[in-house]
């Protein structure tokens, strides 16, 4: 017979039920497969994939890429999937039932999360501006001018932080913070699940009409030829093959706190092995197809000024807002390419930018029992506030730059590492999260899934981190043509990587309030059957 008294008994394991009516849930797993791909879907699949290809082989790449994805991006995307689904909690909870010793690793994701919160949102409103300058080509005849000069009006880094505003970079960062601030009040299924099932359908759409449009562009055929033209001899480069994990690891949302969250709003006899396979080949499928709209334009773009392609070939922001700004002044129906890509940014943005939020909301809901607006609140007042200061002044280029090299590298990376030896190794979960994954999956993953994320997903990703150290200690970091100050690397780089592993730390000292229990939630089928 227990000593203690009701009042001071733990909390019993919640029941599924009991959670979906706190927390909120998607209405089905078609829901959840389209907010999952929402989430990979975004900027990096648009601007990075294509130059990574283009920069490692070719053609040559998909090998690497599609080996990656096989033994890094889906085992990872499973384990993700595993600890959401069947802790039934966010990132931080999640890592406490599974053991109270890990929830700092949860907290190390959300603060990770809300960092890059900050900037993707930032991109998204200069792509909103963008969308209006291309009805009109209101960035003139040399948009790479346009970009750091009239919009941005960037500062030089070597003279200090700016703190003057740039009213362009300002009203349309606002306007964005408060488009996000309703889709996150509304709730899991009515904002984070209703945006999703929306936008991926309209997203997939414009970007295949941005890519009939471009193959038949003249010189689309150059691009594609520079392209998908192999260079097998790459593949004998560990450096391809670093690449080809990093873009998988990257573009698939794992590792920081976004499958974990959404995997938790799903009901307990989901599908999550046949989830994660049809998530995984729709990434890669869009990134191929973002590949081919990409380089057929590039390909035009080369013809067009005379110069071979290697000279118009740029990823990231020079992509987005100077070589297609080129691109759109000199295509026939410049403008139509213009809105469908510029469109095709804001909705694969704002489906990620909500899944990024949605770590850190899940997080502050469990921990302090918050309602869905109070929570809301307070997460996207304080973000609001510090992702207008730092990006709407015209040190915005250099902080961006700076805090997503490292915050991608350093952060998601070795928090991706460190988790997959700490939960394999030491807290040996292993045989319980196949256990779950097979009960209810329909791809069975004994065997094959064990063996990969135990050992060759945390050496391949171990290697990518050591790599990018590496080149990162002997090279000083900085844009083409930019002396960043090393104080400013300092701060921005390494100083917002330590500050978020040290936040996540002192976040887990908080205590759980006496009513949220640590404890693995009960199926509600397992419920009757105990009670009979």
Not at 117 to 141: E, M, P, Q, V
Not at 208 to 224: K, N
Not at 430 to 448: K, M, Q, T
Not at 486 to 494: L, N, R
Request: with cysteine; net charge negative; aromatic share 12%.
């Amino acid at each position: 017979m227990s000593t203690q008294s009701p009042a001071s008994q733990p909390p019993s394991a919640p029941t599924q039920q009991a959670i979906e009516a706190k927390r909120g849930a998607f209405s089905s797993r078609k829901v959840f497969i389209f907010a999952a791909i929402g989430s990979a879907v975004g900027l990096g699949n648009i601007w990075r994939f294509p130059m990574e290809a283009y920069e490692n082989g070719g053609g040559a790449f998909i090998l690497p890429y599609i080996i990656a994805l096989l033994t890094a991006g889906i085992p990872f995307l499973l384990l993700d999937y595993v600890m959401g689904h069947r802790s039934r909690g966010s990132a931080p909870l999640a890592f406490a039932r599974t053991h109270s010793k890990t929830e700092w690793l949860g907290w190390w994701q959300v603060g990770i999360c809300f960092v890059i919160a900050l900037y993707y949102a930032a991109i998204l409103a200069w792509a909103l501006r963008y969308t209006i300058f291309s009805t009109n080509k209101g960035w003139g005849d040399d948009p790479d001018a346009f970009f750091g000069g009239d919009f941005l009006q960037a500062s030089d880094p070597a003279k200090g932080l700016s703190t003057e505003f740039v009213a362009g970079l300002l009203i349309p960062l606002v306007i964005v913070w408060i488009a996000v601030v309703l889709i996150m009040a509304l709730g899991v299924q009515k904002g984070v699940g209703a945006t999703s099932v929306i936008f991926i359908p309209v997203l997939v759409l414009a970007f295949l009409a941005l890519v009939v449009r471009s193959l038949f562009l003249p010189g689309a055929g150059d691009g594609l030829n520079a392209l998908f033209t192999p260079d097998w001899a790459a593949l004998s480069d560990t450096g391809v093959w670093a690449a080809a994990y990093s873009q998988i690891f990257f573009s698939l949302s794992i590792g920081f706190g976004i499958m974990i969250t959404y995997s938790s709003y799903v009901g307990r006899k989901t599908d999550m092995t046949g989830s994660g396979l049809v998530v995984g080949f729709a990434n890669s499928s869009f990134e191929l197809l973002c590949g081919i709209g990409v380089f057929s334009a590039l390909g035009f773009m080369a013809q067009a000024q005379g110069v071979d392609i290697s000279e118009v070939a740029t990823g990231g922001p020079g992509l987005a807002f100077v070589a297609f700004p080129t691109i759109i002044n000199e295509a026939p129906a410049g403008v139509v390419i213009g809105l469908l890509f510029f469109l095709s940014l804001i909705l694969a943005g704002i489906t990620s930018l909500v899944s990024i939020l949605e770590v850190v909301i899940s997080a502050i809901r469990d921990k302090f029992e918050l309602s869905r607006l109070g929570a809301t609140m307070a997460v996207c007042v304080p973000a609001t506030v510090i992702s207008i200061f730092f990006f709407s002044t015209k040190s915005a280029l250099s902080v961006l730059d700076i805090v997503d090299n490292f915050i991608n590298k350093f952060g998601i990376l070795l928090v991706a590492v460190v988790s997959m030896v700490v939960l394999i190794w030491i807290v040996r979960a292993l045989p319980d999260f196949v256990e779950h994954l097979n009960a209810h999956g329909s791809v069975p993953i004994r065997g094959w899934w064990p063996a990969l994320i135990a050992v060759i997903t945390p050496l391949a990703l171990a290697f990518v981190l050591i790599n990018d150290f590496t080149d990162t200690v002997k090279t000083k970091y900085g844009l083409p043509d930019t002396d960043y100050p090393d104080w400013m690397v300092g701060t921005f780089g390494w100083g917002v990587v330590a500050a978020v592993i040290i936040s996540g730390v002192v976040a887990s000292l908080v205590k759980w309030r006496p009513e949220t229990s640590l404890e693995i939630p009960v199926a509600v089928d397992q419920t009757v059957e105990e009670n009979r």
